[in-house]
């Protein structure tokens, strides 16, 4: 890849921001700052380069890596919630405590020290850290409409793989994208699971709270703002759900998704935790998801 890929801008723990996206299929004031959430392994470095590739395709010269944290390093989610990158306070650890991702109450009435840490609240972190980023630097005068949030598993959708000589295809829809945006919406999902079978369509209050995935949207200044005003109490991909199905903003799902996240690929939320303990919490209700599925699929193919 050599020189034609784009240039890191910063390594973000804490306030530290880049020049902006650079963008040049953009016009200036609509797309701001790129950031995308990744960790500091060999399996997240690796990642991180399909995310250099996917930059090229874009035309973004520069994003803003937030290195999140790596939930496999603490001994359990107490643990996890005490390190220094990404402080929690007493009331966002007591919200944490009441996180719900459809199957009732994860912790179940248990304290932090007897739940294995995880990746779910990794993710959170990492995410909250970004829209209070992105919030500040949209917030100032001048400002583009849109920052652009990637995970490093975010690659760039297959449809949009067309030779097109001296036109950047994804670069073109992106920006087409986010210019059609309706004024009134400030999340844009962006990635081939969030929005399902809806497409070109504003969604609102009643969205569903547990539309799944969070590789990659785009976020207004107030899209931000209303994120961070929720209690730290959910995963962050229904995070994303949760004030525009209360109908404080409102979401905007394209005609085209512009990333895929299914694609085979190891995953850094799923990992095991760092000691033998019985599925509990998080890991728990993925497993009984993953049970159901293959329940609905056996009997599916019964059926048939």
């Known amino acids: 890849l050599g020189a034609l890929l784009p240039r890191v801008a910063a390594l973000v723990v804490s306030t530290a921001s880049s020049n902006g996206a650079g963008s040049g299929d953009a016009p200036p004031g609509l797309l701001g700052d790129a950031y995308v959430l990744t960790i500091d392994t060999p399996n997240g470095r690796a990642r991180l380069q399909g995310v250099f590739a996917a930059m090229e395709q874009l035309t973004i010269n520069t994003f803003v890596r937030v290195v999140g944290l790596t939930a496999t390093q603490y001994a359990n989610e ?3 919630e005490r390190q220094a990158r990404f402080p929690m306070t007493d009331a966002m650890r007591s919200e944490w405590l009441t996180v719900d991702v459809g199957m009732g ?3 179940r009435g248990r304290a932090s020290k007897d739940v294995p840490s995880n990746g779910a609240l990794a993710c959170a972190l990492g995410h909250r850290h970004i829209w209070e980023l992105a919030e500040k630097k949209l917030s100032t005068p001048g400002a583009a409409r849109w920052a ?5 598993d975010a690659r760039i959708s297959w449809a949009l793989n067309i030779n097109s000589p001296g036109v950047s295809v994804p670069a ?4 087409e994208t986010l210019e059609r945006v309706p004024a009134d919406a400030d999340i844009v999902f962006l990635d081939d699971r969030h929005c399902g079978w809806v497409r070109s369509s504003e969604v609102g209050q009643g969205f569903n709270l547990y ?3 969070s590789t990659a949207y785009a976020i207004s200044a107030r899209g931000a703002a209303a994120l961070l005003a929720e209690p730290f109490s959910h995963n962050a991909d229904h995070w994303l759900n949760v004030p525009i199905h209360s109908g404080r903003i409102r979401g905007f799902c394209p005609a085209i998704p512009i990333f895929v996240h299914n694609f ?4 850094t939320i799923d990992q095991p935790a760092p000691r033998a303990a019985p599925l509990a919490g998080f890991a728990q209700i993925r497993a ?5 599925r293959l329940h609905d699929g ?3 193919a019964k059926q048939r």
């Open 264 to 267: 085979p690929h190891a995953s």
């Open 298 to 300: 056996e009997a599916t």
């Open 288 to 292: 009984t998801r993953s049970r159901k």
């Open 78 to 80: 107490d643990a996890e």
């Open 172 to 175: 073109r829809v992106l920006r």
């Open 105 to 107: 109450p994860v912790h």
């Open 211 to 213: 539309a799944t995935g």
């Open 148 to 152: 652009l949030v990637l995970e490093d």
